[in-house]
C-alpha cells in the first residue's frame, strides 16, 4: 500500500521557520526591536513559576509566554509533545541535522535504553534545575544567557552569555549532526519539563507537596522539591523510558497488519523501537506523525483509529491559538506584594488606577510599591504593566483615595525657554486638569504644552483637578479654546527611533482662568526653585577636608542653562555623585546670574586649579559613582560639557 507524505509536519515547521526568519528580517531591516521569545513556552513556564514563587513578573515575562507555557503543559498531560513534534524550531533544526549525518553515514548510533543514552539523560534536568533556580531567585529569565535560538534571533546581540549561548548552538548542530536528536534527548530543559508533565501523577504529588510547604511557611521549599522533582523524573525516565496514564492520545501499534518491516523505526526522529510496543508511550514520542507516514500496511494509527491520522498538528495549531487569545485577555499582577500586619486589619479596601504610565515593568512596579509602603494606611500593592494599572490595599479608617492621589502625584516645575527682554510680564494662566497620575503623565503633559506656541513654562501641584500654572505671551493670546484642543486629544505622537510613537492620552482641561501676571525676574526665580534643590554637601568629603583654615577652598562657577532641560536635569544626579566621589570636593550649589543658572564648585585651593577640573572631571572619560549599598562603580558620562568655567573668589 502507498505510504503517505507527513504534509501537516513539514508545512507546520517550515511555516514556523519562515516567520521566524521574516520577522527576524523585518525587524532587522525597519529597525524595529522585536521580541522573539514572545511565543516561548519554556519562558512562559519559568514565567509563572517565578510569579508562584516570589508573586512577580520581571520586565520581560508576559502572560502571553505564561499561556503558552501553561497550555504546553496541559496539551502534554493531555495529548502529547506536540509542541516539540511540530512547532518547536530547535527541534526542527536538530531533525534536519540529524538527517544530514545520516546521509553522509557519519552519525554515531546511541541505542534507545542503552548505558550511554540513559547516562546521557540527566544533563537536561540538571539544566533544567540549574535555569528554575537562577530564574526563580532573581526574577529574570535565565535561560535567555544560553538559549541558541535567542542568540541566533537576537543575532547575538541579546542578554547572552556567549560562550554558554555558543556551547548551545555548537551541542544543537554538531551533536544533531554526529548523534540522532542530541539536543532534544539529552540537553533540552522545556524537553525535561515536558517529561515531568508526561509523568503526571509525578507531577501533580510534586505540585500537592509544593504547596502544602509554601502553606505551612517552609521557607525556601520551592529548591528542594524542584530539584526532588527532576531527579524523580530522571529515574522514572531512564528506569521505564515511557509514561502510564497520560498522555491520552498514543500511537497504536496493530499487531496483525504489522510486517515488522522497520521502516517506522528508522523514521522516527528518536528511533524509538516501534516494533517492541503495543501501545507506543515512549517518553520521546512527540505524535510527530512520521511512524505513521511510513508505515505501507498502515498498522500504525494514533490510539488505533485511522479517522484521528490528522489530529495531532491540528491540536498543535489549536493550542497555539488557544494560548495567544487567552494570553490577550488576561493578565497576572507583576507584582502583588502586602506588609504592615495586613491579616489583623479588619475593612480593608481595595482602589484602582489605570493610565499610570510609570508602571511599565518590574522595577518601575517595585519602586511603585516601595513608594506606596510610605504611605500610612497602605497594606499592599498589585501592578498590571500591560494596561499601566494598579491595585491599592488600604484602611479606609486611616487614609482615602484622595491621599492616596496625592502620595502618587508628582508636583513638576518644567521650563522651556527664557522670555526675551522683548517680553517683560508673562500671563499667569490657571488651569484645572484631569488625568494626571504620575510623573509620567507630567511628562507627556509637559510635551503637549511645549507645542503651544507663546507657552514658556508650568507648574503643576496636586488638588481635584490637578492645579495647573502655564505662564504664557501675552501677545500669544491663548484662549480656552485652545488649551483644551491640545489637552484634551486622545493621543500624543513623539518622534522615536522607530519612526513615531503614539502615546494615549487621557487629560482634560477642566477649568481655565487669567490669573494676571509675572515678571521675566520672577518666572526666571520660580523656575530655578527645582534646579536650587540639586545642590548638595558631599558629607564624606566634608568630615576630610571640611576644615577651612586647615584647607582653604576655592569656587569654581560655570554658568549651565541646560540644567533646566528635563534630560539634563535628571542626568545631573550622576554627576553629582561623581563630585562626591571626587577628592577635595566638598559640595556644588546652583545660583540665579541674569536669569542664568550658575553651577558653583567648592574645592580645596591646594588639590585643584582650573585646568584641571576642567580636563579630569568635566571631561573624564569615566565616572565613579557611590551606588546606594555603599559600593562603587564605574560608569560612562551621562553629561556633555563644553564651556569651561573659571575660579572666582
Not at 57 to 63: G, V
Not at 169 to 187: A, E
Not at 219 to 243: D, F, M, N, P, Q
Not at 439 to 460: K, N, S
Request: with cysteine; charged share 20%; aromatic share 12%.
Amino acid at each position: 500500500m502507498k505510504r503517505t507524505p507527513n504534509y501537516p509536519k513539514h508545512v507546520l515547521q517550515w511555516g514556523v521557520l519562515l516567520l521566524i526568519v521574516g520577522t527576524v528580517l523585518w525587524a532587522a531591516f525597519s529597525d524595529k526591536a522585536v521580541d522573539v521569545e514572545k511565543y516561548c513556552p519554556f519562558g512562559g513556564l519559568q514565567a509563572f513559576g517565578t510569579y508562584l514563587v516570589n508573586n512577580s513578573l520581571a520586565c520581560s515575562m508576559s502572560m502571553l509566554q505564561i499561556m503558552m507555557g501553561l497550555v504546553l503543559a496541559a496539551g502534554v498531560i493531555l495529548f502529547s509533545k506536540l509542541f516539540c513534534g511540530y512547532l518547536c524550531p530547535l527541534g526542527t533544526v536538530g531533525e534536519w541535522m540529524g538527517r544530514a549525518g545520516r546521509k553522509l553515514h557519519i552519525q554515531v548510533d546511541v541505542p534507545q535504553g542503552s548505558v550511554a543514552d540513559r547516562l546521557l539523560r540527566v544533563v537536561k534536568y540538571v539544566l533544567l534545575f540549574t535555569i528554575l533556580y537562577f530564574t526563580l531567585s532573581s526574577s529574570e529569565l535565565f535561560c535567555k544567557k544560553l538559549d541558541p535560538y535567542y542568540a541566533v534571533a537576537t543575532g547575538f546581540k541579546g542578554e547572552i552569555v556567549l560562550w554558554m549561548s555558543l556551547t548551545s548552538l555548537t551541542l544543537l548542530l554538531l551533536g544533531g549532526f554526529f548523534v540522532r536528536m542530541f539536543w532534544c534527548r539529552y540537553i533540552c530543559p522545556l524537553g525535561a519539563a515536558s517529561n515531568i508533565f508526561k509523568f503526571t501523577p509525578l507531577f501533580l504529588a510534586a505540585a500537592v507537596v509544593a504547596w502544602a510547604l509554601g502553606h505551612f511557611g517552609v521557607e525556601g521549599s520551592w529548591v528542594w522539591v524542584i530539584a526532588a522533582t527532576c531527579a524523580a523524573s530522571y529515574l522514572v525516565e531512564v528506569i521505564k523510558l515511557r509514561s502510564c496514564a497520560f498522555p491520552l492520545l498514543y500511537i497504536e501499534r496493530e499487531e496483525s497488519t504489522c510486517n515488522r518491516c522497520g521502516l517506522c523505526e528508522k523514521k522516527c526522529p528518536y528511533n524509538i523501537p516501534i516494533h517492541e510496543y503495543s501501545k507506543v508511550k515512549h517518553v520521546d514520542c512527540t505524535l510527530c506523525g512520521q511512524c505513521i507516514s511510513s508505515c505501507a500496511t498502515q498498522a500504525l494509527q494514533v490510539n488505533g483509529k485511522r479517522g484521528l491520522r490528522w489530529l495531532p498538528p491540528v491540536l498543535a495549531v489549536v493550542l497555539f491559538f488557544a494560548a495567544v487569545w487567552m494570553g490577550s485577555r488576561m493578565e497576572l499582577p507583576t507584582i502583588d506584594e502586602k506588609w504592615g500586619g495586613y491579616e489583623q486589619v479588619e475593612g480593608l479596601e481595595t482602589y484602582g488606577m489605570e493610565g499610570l504610565m510609570t508602571v511599565k515593568c518590574f522595577g518601575s512596579s517595585k519602586a511603585f510599591s516601595a513608594k506606596m509602603q510610605t504611605v500610612p494606611g497602605v497594606h499592599g500593592v498589585k501592578t498590571f504593566v500591560k494596561r499601566h494599572a494598579v491595585e491599592i490595599l488600604y484602611d479606609p479608617a486611616r487614609t482615602d483615595t484622595i491621599q492616596i492621589q496625592r502620595a502618587i502625584f508628582t508636583p513638576t516645575q518644567r521650563k522651556y525657554k527664557t522670555p526675551s527682554e522683548e517680553v517683560p510680564t508673562l500671563d499667569v494662566l490657571k488651569l484645572g486638569v484631569e488625568g494626571l497620575h504620575d510623573r509620567m503623565d507630567m511628562v507627556y503633559f509637559g510635551m503637549v504644552l511645549q507645542r503651544i506656541e507663546g507657552i514658556y513654562g508650568f507648574t503643576a501641584e496636586f488638588d481635584c483637578p490637578v492645579a495647573v500654572t502655564v505662564y504664557a505671551d501675552p501677545a500669544a493670546g491663548l484662549t480656552q479654546a485652545q488649551l483644551a484642543e491640545a489637552i484634551d486629544a486622545r493621543e500624543l505622537i513623539i518622534p522615536s527611533k522607530e519612526g513615531e510613537k503614539v502615546i494615549p492620552m487621557h487629560t482634560e482641561l477642566k477649568s481655565y482662568a487669567l490669573a494676571g501676571s509675572v515678571s521675566r525676574e520672577a518666572f526666571a526665580e520660580t523656575m530655578f526653585r527645582d534646579v536650587e534643590k540639586l545642590g548638595g554637601r558631599f558629607l564624606a568629603n566634608a568630615e576630610k577636608w571640611g576644615d577651612d583654615a586647615q584647607f582653604p577652598k576655592a569656587v569654581y562657577e560655570m554658568p549651565f542653562p541646560g540644567i533646566e532641560k528635563l534630560p539634563i536635569k535628571q542626568s545631573f544626579p550622576y554627576f553629582k555623585s561623581f563630585l562626591s566621589c571626587t577628592d577635595g570636593i566638598v559640595s556644588v550649589e546652583f545660583v540665579l546670574r541674569d536669569l542664568v543658572p550658575v553651577m558653583r564648585i567648592h574645592y580645596v585651593k591646594s588639590m585643584w586649579d582650573d585646568r584641571r577640573l576642567w580636563e579630569e572631571v568635566f571631561q573624564a572619560e569615566k565616572w565613579t559613582l557611590r551606588m546606594a549599598d555603599g559600593t562603587f562603580k564605574e560608569a560612562d558620562p551621562r553629561l556633555k560639557f563644553t564651556t569651561e568655567g573659571r575660579t572666582v573668589e
